[in-house]
């Protein structure tokens, strides 16, 4: 078992950053791969970002790419996602998520462990 609680989200202007964290509890964390994830209103969830077990071979959504940051920090049972140059539509809950594989993966049908979620708001 792997419990997930995620912070770290606020709101914020358009342009700016926000560093989201994760806290896993759950001797298996530094086994698994590591998702971030995210749900707008109205929306299905969708993939952010990944990284396997290691804190390498991160992945990202290609909204994403270039303008957030995947990692972690399994001493401690951390995972962080860097988000800079945000934008009104990454405006979502954020999720973490733990997935009973080594690699990273970006389904959402692959991860097996959620946290609550955290707000995410952009405004323009």
């Known amino acids: 078992q792997v419990q997930l609680v995620e912070s770290g989200g606020g709101l914020v202007q358009a342009g700016g950053s926000l560093r989201l964290s994760c806290a896993a509890s759950?001797?298996?964390?530094?086994?698994?791969?590591m998702g971030w994830f995210r749900q707008a209103p109205g929306k299905e969830r969708e993939f952010v970002a990944a990284?396997?077990?290691?804190?390498?071979?991160?992945i990202y959504a290609d909204s994403m790419k270039g303008r957030s940051t995947i990692s972690r920090d399994n001493a401690k049972n951390l995972g962080y996602l860097q988000m800079n140059s945000l934008k009104p539509e990454d405006t979502a809950v954020y999720y973490c998520?733990?997935?009973?594989?080594?690699?990273?993966?970006?389904?959402?049908?692959?991860?097996?462990?959620w946290g609550q979620g955290t707000r995410v708001a952009v405004s323009s």
């Open positions: 998520a733990v997935a009973v594989f080594s690699d990273a993966r970006r389904r959402v049908s692959e991860y097996t462990y």
């Open positions: 759950g001797r298996s964390f530094n086994t698994y791969a």
């Open positions: 990284i396997n077990w290691s804190g390498n071979s991160p």
